[in-house]
């Protein structure tokens, strides 16, 4: 009996140690998807935390970010070619980019367009970057565009490991984002 228990407990640690190609070929085919979950903002010592739905239709991205009782809500969306945000009590910024829009707005660079790789727990094919995968061969952290990124708390959604938590480091600013609900469509 301990014999086909061990069996078992073997089997099922085949199935997670996947080869990193083949969760990236998974990875790629995820081009529709909805996470939502909180996002903590840490910046010199101050915290802010809101709520988090982020649509993400191919090239199509639709982020909407909310404050406790849906206090303060901001509105990003956009793809590779033009941009628009949406803060409480404004007229909407565009720009020809997310990345720009951002630049613009608060005088640095975020790779907003390259973050939808980082959600599903995978580098940008779009800028090089330095990986540390686990025994799973899920990533564990990158470094790219100058931020650190950080996952854990891996989740199995379909026949994918998708992360719970990702922590994003760089310019003095650390964004934590703890997804709640994932869906794959």
């Not at 910046?43 to 404050?67: C, K, P, Y």
């Not at 009590?89 to 390259?114: I, N, R, T």
Request: proline content about 4%; aromatic content about 10%; glycine content about 10%.
């Amino acid at each position: 009996m301990l014999i086909f228990s061990l069996g078992l407990t073997g089997c099922s640690l085949l199935d997670l140690q996947q080869d990193s190609e083949l969760l990236e070929k998974r990875l790629n085919k995820i081009q529709n998807w909805q996470v939502r979950g909180k996002l903590s903002v840490i910046n010199q010592g101050e915290a802010v935390t809101g709520f988090l739905t982020w649509q993400q239709n191919r090239q199509d991205f639709d982020i909407f970010l909310s404050g406790p009782f849906g206090q303060g809500s901001s509105h990003l969306v956009g793809n590779h070619q033009q941009a628009s945000l949406t803060l409480p009590g404004q007229d909407p910024v565009h720009a020809d980019s997310a990345d720009e829009l951002m630049e613009q707005l608060v005088g640095w660079k975020f790779p907003v367009l390259d973050i939808r790789y980082w959600v599903k727990g995978q580098a940008s094919p779009n800028s090089p970057a330095t990986e540390v995968r686990n025994a799973m061969g899920l990533l564990e952290s990158l470094q790219q565009h100058g931020w650190k990124v950080q996952f854990s708390r891996y989740q199995r959604i379909g026949d994918n490991w998708l992360p719970g938590r990702i922590k994003i480091v760089g310019n003095e600013f650390t964004f934590i984002f703890a997804i709640k609900d994932w869906d794959i469509k």
